[in-house]
């Protein structure tokens, strides 16, 4: 009998530490996006072309900070005075994503990841603050290899009229 009883108790102490132990699909995906951790650059594409950013040579930070709870993306291109940054980070189960966006609001998005590993979709959720000079609204992040990866944004201006900005990115360190 006591040897029935530490045989389900070693059973349940193997299923409590599985489980504490399981991944979420959130923290997958988060931890696939940190290891783009480090600096990227490459030339922007638009549709329709916009003639702020098309064809421009952007650089990209992405550091893992906050204890490694928080991913931070900012992103500078030539011409521009300003460079916009989005912080990535788990909610619970979920993986968020807050821009902190130059037109001056703050939309943020959840993302999952492709059934392949390969791309994490953020898709918008809700927005702080005004959109009359419109806000981004979508984003995914393509990992191609160690020192490639793309970045699709799209940013929805006043009319739901959208521009896509697609960045074609090589690490640089």
């Known amino acids: 009998m006591k040897s029935h009883r530490l045989t389900?108790?070693?059973i349940l102490l193997f299923v409590s530490a599985a489980a504490a132990f399981a991944q979420t699909d959130a923290q997958k995906s988060f931890d696939k996006l940190k290891t783009l951790s480090g600096s990227w650059q490459g030339r922007v594409t638009t549709v329709p072309p916009h003639p702020d950013m098309e064809g421009k040579l952007a650089q990209i930070s992405l550091r893992t900070t906050s204890m490694g709870n928080a991913l931070?993306?900012?992103?500078?291109a030539e011409g521009r005075p300003d460079d916009p940054i989005s912080i990535l980070y788990l909610d619970?189960?979920?993986?968020?994503l807050t821009h902190y966006c130059d037109a001056g609001n703050r939309p943020r998005m959840t993302g999952a990841?492709?059934?392949?590993g390969k791309k994490v979709e953020?898709?918008?959720l809700d927005v702080a603050g005004s959109t009359q000079h419109g806000h981004m609204h979508h984003a995914v992040f393509t990992l191609i290899d160690a020192d490639h990866h793309i970045e699709d944004w799209t940013y929805m201006e006043p009319g739901d009229k959208p521009i896509h900005a697609h960045f074609d990115l090589q690490r640089t360190k």
Not at 72 to 76: D, G, K, L, N, Q
Not at 92 to 96: F, Q
Not at 113 to 116: G, K, Q, R
């Open 72 to 76: 931070m993306h900012e992103a500078t």
């Open 122 to 124: 953020f898709d918008f």
């Open 113 to 116: 990841m492709s059934p392949d």
């Open 92 to 96: 619970g189960d979920r993986l968020l």
């Open 8 to 10: 389900i108790s070693l």
